[in-house]
């Protein structure tokens, strides 16, 4: 889900802003009467055959409730759609995009919005956003440290979590410290997917946050000047640890996905991932052994919120808004955190929700190796975007020639 350089420096050169809001998204009853009859284009990674099936059954009760056909666009990158965005606007197409909807975050976000080439602000007009209660939750509101103003809907929460085979490693490392010292004793045992996959790339960034002491830098735009300085210790610790790495780090794997069959086949017995319930649905599945749990950092791990925007030139905005507000009703989410589904957290508040759609989560068992959300500990803000790229770059450049 990566903004390539390239793209960035393309998005500068825009100029001018967004079409006027229409339809309006207050005028709910208008958008969903909108809505009705139109097809929606929902441009949403494809990697992960859970997510997959969600989105159909997603794109089943919007056809049966409200008359919306959802169609899946299976992307492998946020930034293929982005890329082409970027070429429409160039062209001149302001109404007649391809995308209507589009699961993006971090680098992508903070592009789009920066270009005007999203639609809005809408989100806090969906009538399901209240149920998040942004108020007592500002991630709601805010993506890789930029502002959200109403320029994305809120989907699933996400968090960093590490799972082991308990039968294996029945006391697994608990800090990038330890996680060296056990990796040295133990080699062969652990890996992480290739930068620049969001999920290797994420650990880059929980191993920095962790490292660098003071984090505060991360937290703003990438000085030049200081980088090298502020990410030395990161790159100490990964010379150090990929000699101890599966294939002595000659080879890495390429997602999150081929990280979990690596420890299903028990090639590995520790990884990560940043679904909670990931651990759960491959025991489910019989890709993990009934043996692996889950567990979080001593010192916390990052966590998100995964949005949905709407591009400028989206040719069925009020379907793509009555998209995104189904996608917040507790119906879905509740759907989705089964963990046999999608195992994905919700981005609902409990207090928010009235007693039925409250039992609606307590009937759901979210599996044996699923912490609860009191057990994940403390939650790490993401940097902001523009490290990502910069690690990112940086991996590659140390390490992409192995």
Same mark, same amino acid.
Request: glycine share 8%; aromatic share 10%.
């Given at each position: ?9 393309m ?6 802003s !967004? ?12 958008v ?7 097809t929606?284009?929902f *441009?949403?990674?494809a ?6 099936? =969600? ?10 409730q #409200?008359?919306v056909?959802?169609? *899946? &666009?299976k992307?492998?990158?946020?930034? $293929?759609? &982005?890329?082409?965005i ?18 993006v975050n971090? $680098? ?14 809408f989100?806090?007009?969906l009538?399901? =956003?209240?149920?998040? $209660? ?7 509101? $805010? ?15 996400s ?7 308990a039968?294996?490693l ?8 330890s ?8 080699p062969?045992q ?10 290797g790339?994420?650990f880059l ?7 660098a ?17 502020? +990410? ?32 299903g ?6 990884? #990560? +991932?940043?679904?909670?319930?990931? !651990? ?11 043996s ?10 990052i966590?998100?919120?995964s =949005? ?13 808004m ?12 509740a759907?989705?955190y089964?963990p046999? &589904? ?6 609902l508040s ?18 044996v ?9 403390? +939650? ?9 790229? !910069?690690l ?7 390490y992409?020639?192995?």
């Amino acid at each position: 889900m990566r903004m390539p350089v390239l793209l960035l420096s393309m998005l500068a050169l825009l100029t001018g802003s !967004a079409r006027a809001a229409t339809p309006d998204p207050q005028d709910w009853d208008a958008v969903q009467a909108e809505a009705r009859g139109q097809t929606v284009y929902f *441009h949403a990674w494809a990697g992960d055959p859970q997510i997959n099936g =969600f989105i159909v059954w997603a794109g089943e009760q919007l056809e049966a409730q #409200f008359g919306v056909t959802l169609q *899946h &666009v299976k992307i492998g990158d946020t930034a $293929e759609s &982005v890329s082409r965005i970027v070429a429409e606007r160039m062209a001149g197409n302001q109404e007649q995009g391809s995308a209507d909807l589009l699961w993006v975050n971090g $680098e992508n976000f903070a592009a789009l919005k920066a270009s005007a080439l999203l639609f809005g602000p809408f989100a806090e007009s969906l009538p399901n =956003f209240a149920l998040v $209660e942004a108020e007592r939750f500002p991630e709601m509101r $805010e993506d890789f440290t930029i502002p959200v103003e109403g320029y994305e809907s809120p989907w699933t929460r996400s968090r960093l979590v590490f799972y082991h085979d308990a039968a294996l490693l029945p006391e697994p490392p608990r800090s990038m410290a330890s996680l060296l010292a056990w990796s040295a004793a133990n080699p062969g045992q652990f890996t992480y997917p290739r930068p620049p996959d969001f999920l290797g790339s994420t650990f880059l960034k929980q191993a920095l946050l962790e490292l660098a002491g003071d984090s505060t830098a991360l937290y703003k735009p990438v000085d030049p000047a200081r980088f090298d300085e502020i +990410s030395a210790p990161l790159w100490a610790f990964l010379d150090a640890l990929h000699p101890t790495l599966l294939r002595s780090g000659r080879s890495f794997p390429g997602n999150g996905g081929e990280l979990r069959r690596m420890l299903g086949d028990g090639e590995i017995v520790l990884a #990560f +991932s940043f679904s909670p319930a990931e !651990a759960s649905a491959g025991i489910l599945a019989g890709e993990l052994p009934p043996s692996v749990r889950t567990y979080v950092p001593s010192g916390g791990s990052i966590g998100n919120v995964s =949005f949905l925007a709407i591009p400028f030139n989206a040719p069925a905005k009020a379907g793509a808004m009555v998209a995104a507000n189904y996608l917040l009703s507790p119906e879905a989410q509740a759907q989705a955190y089964a963990p046999e &589904v999608m195992g994905s957290t919700t981005v609902l508040s409990m207090a928010a929700l009235n007693p039925e759609d409250r039992e609606r989560f307590a009937r759901i068992d979210p599996g044996v190796a699923t912490l609860p959300p009191e057990a994940l500990g403390v +939650s790490l803000r993401e940097p902001h975007p523009t490290w990502m790229e !910069a690690l990112e770059q940086a991996w590659l450049a140390r390490y992409g020639a192995r």
